[in-house]
């Protein structure tokens, strides 16, 4: 657990800003995300008397609802904190259609019982998101960290967006499964989340051996500090249901 912990707080500083002129940083500033899905993350926690045997057991039936043969329109996603006792979870709903599907998604939970289960708040966040790195070999369970962000003064997505190339070409170098996505609020465009998906157990010793004492490395660190900080971060063990 420490050492996951470890290596992920390294992977806060691999998300940078673009750090050119004051010129180039206006004009970036005009440029928004190319936004790939609309997004929903909702915090749930497990009703008295109901145990993770219950979640698992509404989840298996889930998977034979017809709820879930979408035709890829959306994918639904569990995340565990990595703890040793679990009483909270996150429902994490990606929407790749143009159809608005939260309210039969959430009508749909209720009819098959999720009510009695767990707690929810399903406020509607109305996040987007962007697939910034992609990996193609992804399995169904992985280790997943999430990251809150907050954008310094005068600081976008737009800034760092080069960065961002920087950043997946060394990530690319190292040959290891991984995923980072990119989530924004529509109505607030000074912060995010970051999730970094990793589909095998020993990423840590790829990222200590190959990563934190390259050049490259520190330079992206200090660009990002430059431009933008996390103000939470927490590893989950993270279920892919369709």
């Not at 890829?72 to 703890?83: A, L, N, R």
């Not at 289960?117 to 193609?136: A, M, Q, V």
Request: proline letters at 2%.
């Amino acid at each position: 657990m420490h050492s996951l912990y470890k290596y992920s707080l390294i992977l806060i500083f691999l998300i940078s800003c673009s750090s050119e002129s004051d010129n180039s940083i206006e004009a970036n500033l005009l440029i928004s995300p190319d936004y790939q899905f609309s997004n929903e993350l909702f915090e749930c926690k497990l009703n008295d008397d109901y145990t993770l045997l219950n979640l698992e057991s509404f989840f298996s039936n889930l998977l034979k609802n017809d709820l879930l043969n979408n035709d890829g329109m959306f994918d639904i996603e569990v995340f565990f904190p990595k703890s040793s006792y679990v009483s909270e979870f996150i429902l994490n709903l990606k929407n790749y259609s143009n159809q608005d599907i939260y309210n039969s998604f959430l009508e749909q939970l209720s009819i098959n019982g999720f009510d009695e289960i767990s707690e929810c708040r399903f406020d509607k966040n109305e996040y987007s998101g962007l697939l910034l790195i992609e990996e193609e070999s992804k399995m169904p369970k992985y280790i997943n960290e999430l990251l809150k962000c907050e954008y310094n003064q005068g600081f976008n997505y737009g800034t760092f967006r080069i960065a961002i190339d920087r950043f997946a070409n060394e990530m690319n170098s190292l040959k290891i499964p991984y995923e980072a996505i990119y989530i924004q609020n529509d109505k607030s465009t000074n912060s995010f989340i970051w999730i970094n998906n990793f589909y095998t157990k020993d990423f840590s010793d790829a990222i200590s051996s190959d990563w934190i004492n390259n050049t490259e490395a520190n330079e992206i660190k200090q660009e990002f500090l430059e431009n933008a900080k996390c103000i939470e971060a927490k590893m989950y063990d993270a279920f892919l249901l369709t």
